[in-house]
């Protein structure tokens, strides 16, 4: 296709107005779903609450195992055995849900993770256990499943809805999924939400005073940044920015290469060949890389964690300090400036108009990071909000929001990334910009590049490359029926929808004979319908009869 010319309308999005469903409806819950761990919180008489699980911890390890006797084990009970059982423990699910299998992110997980990836047959990414293949969702939806069933232990009634939030980099796909995740565990996701949004609207809960935010969330796997305005009962993204590989999690894989390599060198080694070995060390790695967010120094004692040619056992001891954790993890942390300048960039905001910045995911506790926000924005971050929870709080108000009529800004939220499709010479036309704030609908028309052309491709592309194969191919499909005429005659109008949630259906229409072909798109890397139904049923089923027989 070729481009003819520009049609197009700004929608702003109303993503905050309450609607009293009133009655018997069930209560409606926040969780968020975390690379390393998930947090679930609901309003209570007017205040957010975090619900704490079975043991008593306000935050559950987003782990999934199945034990040598194939009982499946969520949380907790899958993290603690996770040293002896690597194989079949499956953890940082979020950084392949929505990826297909030959993405570079997907490789790298591939690389990095003792559990196995496989490909699926939409080029998506499963993961075996225990001889079983697990689509991500559906590892996903198993954890969520976990959180649904803390809240109505804690609620003391069921629950089936919940506002559920996502990096706010992540793509179509990714939103998708994990909308599917939700479905798969017997939730009606009534909205996908954006975490640093969620965590600005935790934040603003009881707060007037107008003023710009920055949201700097750096969790477990995913960085993103967010640039907020809020004032006059309104809560709006200016502009968003981040990457979805990059996290403490990768800061415990480049302590853990350091490490093994100190323990090469001391006794001749190679600890990357030993599943449990390199479990027993990333472990210790993480609780070190914690303890220095408050000591100067931590000691990483690891006895028998290997043994040599000859059988005997080989120890591992080394004394880390706060200094030599910053020199070796720097260049990691430093990355997000960059996507701080572009974030800024989009928001046509400068440092000096910020009034707070928040600090929100669990290795922003990392002294380190906080010495680099400071520097970037020359203010210190605001203390007030617990990183690990305020998220949760963010999707539990925005849930009272939508269900209980509960009072609370209007947000106004805006897609991470650009939408257009391939056109003619391998080029990429944006109909929507990053950035744009959803929901929204533009359209924008196309025409034939030969005479007498009967049909044209469509292909959806999300990304920010002019060319059409360095972006994300979302979906294609074909308008047929074109009426015969000379190339540049007919006129196609292409209109892209982009619903609250972020995702995206779009359609063409040949102008000259109203024949029109449509699609919600569904990339690669997402379910097929009937599988994400089949599961669906499964997962019901299983739910049915371990409330019938809690024994079983």
């Not at 924008?444 to 007498?452: N, S």
């Not at 292409?494 to 995702?503: K, L, Q, R, S, T």
Request: proline share 4%; hydrophobic share 40%.
């Amino acid at each position: 296709m070729s481009r003819r010319g520009w049609h197009g309308a700004k929608a702003r999005a109303c993503t905050g107005l309450a609607t009293n469903l009133g009655g018997t409806m069930s209560r409606v819950i926040g969780i968020d779903l975390g690379t390393t761990n998930c947090c679930v919180a609901v309003v209570e008489d007017g205040h957010p609450v975090v619900i704490p699980n079975t043991g008593g911890y306000r935050t559950t390890p987003s782990h999934f195992a199945v034990a040598e006797d194939g009982k499946r084990l969520v949380g907790h009970l899958a993290k603690r055995q996770a040293i002896t059982n690597a194989r079949n423990t499956v953890y940082n699910a979020k950084r392949l849900i929505g990826r297909s299998f030959d993405c570079p992110e997907a490789e790298r997980a591939r690389a990095m993770c003792p559990y196995e990836i496989v490909e699926g047959p939409n080029r998506d990414c499963r993961v075996r256990v225990a001889g079983r293949v697990y689509t991500i969702p559906e590892i996903s939806g198993i954890v969520l499943r976990e959180m649904k069933r803390v809240a109505e232990e804690y609620l003391g009634e069921p629950v089936d809805r919940a506002v559920i939030t996502v990096p706010a980099y992540f793509n179509d796909a990714q939103r998708q999924t994990t909308k599917d995740a939700g479905r798969i565990a017997g939730l009606e996701v009534l909205r996908i939400i954006n975490e640093p949004t969620a965590a600005a609207l935790a934040y603003g809960f009881g707060r007037d005073e107008a003023e710009k935010i920055v949201v700097y969330d750096l969790g477990g796997g995913t960085f993103d940044i967010s640039i907020l305005e809020k004032g006059g009962g309104v809560l709006e993204v200016l502009a968003t920015a981040g990457d979805t590989f990059l996290g403490g999690e990768d800061i415990d894989l480049a302590l853990v290469d350091r490490m093994a390599q100190i323990f090469l060198e001391q006794e001749e080694i190679n600890l990357h060949g030993d599943t449990m070995a390199l479990q027993r060390l990333k472990d210790a790695c993480e609780k070190a890389k914690c303890d220095l967010s408050h000591t100067d120094e931590t000691e990483i004692h690891l006895p028998f964690i290997a043994a040599d040619e000859n059988g005997a056992a080989k120890h591992f001891s080394y004394t880390l300090n706060r200094e030599e954790l910053e020199e070796f993890t720097r260049e990691l942390v430093e990355q997000t400036r960059s996507i701080c300048e572009a974030a800024l960039a989009d928001a046509r905001t400068e440092k000096e108009d910020i009034c707070q910045i928040l600090l929100v995911g669990g290795q922003t506790r990392m002294p380190l990071v906080q010495r680099v926000v400071t520097d970037f924005f020359g203010k210190v971050p605001h203390k007030g909000v617990n990183p690990d929870e305020v998220v949760a709080i963010g999707a539990a108000i925005q849930a009272a929001m939508l269900s209980e009529g509960f009072e609370g800004p209007l947000l106004v939220d805006v897609t991470p990334l650009s939408l257009g499709i391939a056109t003619y010479g391998g080029h990429m036309a944006r109909i929507i910009e990053r950035n744009t704030t959803v929901p929204t609908s533009k359209k924008q028309i196309f025409t034939t590049t030969r005479d007498d052309q009967p049909a044209v491709k469509i292909r959806v592309l999300q990304g920010e490359s002019e060319r059409a194969d360095e972006n994300d191919l979302l979906g294609e499909f074909i308008l047929t029926g074109i009426r015969a005429a000379k190339k540049g005659d007919p006129e196609i109008e292409v209109n892209f929808d982009i619903d609250a949630n972020g995702i995206v259906s779009v359609s063409a229409r040949d102008l000259g004979t109203n024949q029109e072909q449509s699609i919600q798109v569904n990339p690669r890397g997402t379910l097929v319908p009937e599988e994400l139904d089949r599961l669906v049923e499964e997962y019901s089923a299983d739910a049915v009869r371990l409330k019938d027989d809690p024994g079983g």
